[in-house]
């Protein structure tokens, strides 16, 4: 498990860990039909597992050698213990700081989010409430800039329509009494954002939200957050909305996240910054591993190998599937075995 290869990617290079076993096997070489039919046979095979459950790929190769034992099991595994898995994996690098600042922050238990971001340095962040995607409109956006993020009290209407006149939300502006207040809407006609950009915020603190899809599987269910829903569908007519009490939230360019007593789910986003150039990716699957193998541990407990000498760390789940791997190749090999064997004797018989 000790890091003896590189990799090359653009002008970086990384040293390579067990998290890269993938990307090593396929540099497997080979010099004849024989080499390169078992070598495809034994890609697939840990291929295939690796993908079931991650971590299994390696450990399969491991046994294949015939020299790993089991040294310890243990069901109820500690923080340690996770700690211990993802040091093994990855001894270093970013992407080990990472899962294991995420797994403190609750990964095993909350909805993870990996991408790729534009900012420099890779941020890490943690939201509780219900996330509503979109963007701002376009127009107030530019006066907001890209890097719009603001967490405040307001007063949030949705809208499933387009607003197409500063009339109709005319009554809502006037209700706020200079309060922040925050409109999602299928869209908005440009004389009405243009007149809410060139007011904000001096007279109006109103930001026009454009939303493809409704983050819940009912609209009118964001009522329960605190948010004034307006639907042609029940006979609701903007103008005549009434707003209700406001809702913490937390506002940015592409996103609103409702803050509710009644919902409190938890999300981790990881941005891995443009920093990173060509190795966004690779620490990006890292880590994506990496948090795979943390819940695996937490959920299935965390066995002690021995290989050649070493002792690392695995979830169980993982040892159990690289076995059912394991197990399947002695047998294509047996198989394959006996049919090189026999096709031998033919071909000497026929010489004879």
Not at 19 to 24: E, G, I, S, V
Not at 273 to 296: I, N, Q, W
Request: hydrophobic share 40%; charged share 20%.
């Amino acid at each position: 498990m000790s890091s003896a290869g590189t990799f090359s990617y653009g002008d970086r290079i990384v040293t390579a860990n067990a998290c890269d076993f993938l990307r090593m096997a396929a540099e497997w070489p080979r010099s004849s039909p024989i080499d390169l039919a078992i070598r495809n046979i034994i890609l697939s095979a840990l291929y295939s597992s690796e993908t079931k459950m991650g971590g299994s790929g390696i450990i399969s190769a491991m046994l294949l050698s015939g020299d790993v034992e089991i040294i310890s099991e243990t069901r109820k595994p500690k923080y340690s213990d996770v700690s211990d898995v993802i040091d093994t994996w990855a001894p270093r690098g970013i992407s080990r700081k990472i899962a294991k600042e995420i797994f403190m922050m609750g990964a095993c238990g909350s909805e993870v989010v990996l991408s790729e971001g534009n900012q420099w340095g890779t941020k890490v962040s943690c939201v509780s409430g219900t996330v509503q995607k979109g963007t701002v409109d376009n127009l107030m956006l530019g006066k907001l800039g890209v890097d719009y993020n603001c967490s405040t009290s307001a007063f949030v209407v949705a809208i499933d329509g387009i607003v197409e006149s500063l009339g109709h939300i005319h009554k809502l502006l006037e209700s706020t009494e200079g309060a922040p207040l925050v409109i999602m809407a299928k869209g908005f006609l440009p004389d009405v954002t243009n007149t809410l950009a060139a007011n904000y915020p001096q007279k109006l603190k109103c930001i026009p939200f454009v939303v493809q899809d409704w983050c819940l599987e009912s609209f009118l269910r964001l009522r329960d957050l605190g948010v004034t829903c307006v639907s042609s569908e029940t006979g609701d007519m903007i103008e005549h909305s009434i707003l209700g009490s406001m809702v913490n939230i937390n506002i940015s360019s592409q996103e609103v996240i409702l803050h509710s007593e009644k919902n409190q789910k938890r999300k981790i986003e990881v941005s891995f910054g443009k920093d990173l150039d060509s190795l966004k990716g690779v620490s990006l699957d890292r880590t994506k591993l990496l948090l795979a193998l943390t819940r695996f541990t937490s959920r299935t407990g965390v066995m002690k190998l021995s290989y050649n000498g070493k002792t690392f760390t695995v979830p169980k789940s993982s040892y159990m599937a690289a076995k059912k791997c394991h197990e399947s190749l002695a047998k294509i090999f047996e198989n394959l075995g006996a049919i090189v064997t026999l096709s031998q004797r033919k071909t000497n018989n026929g010489k004879s």
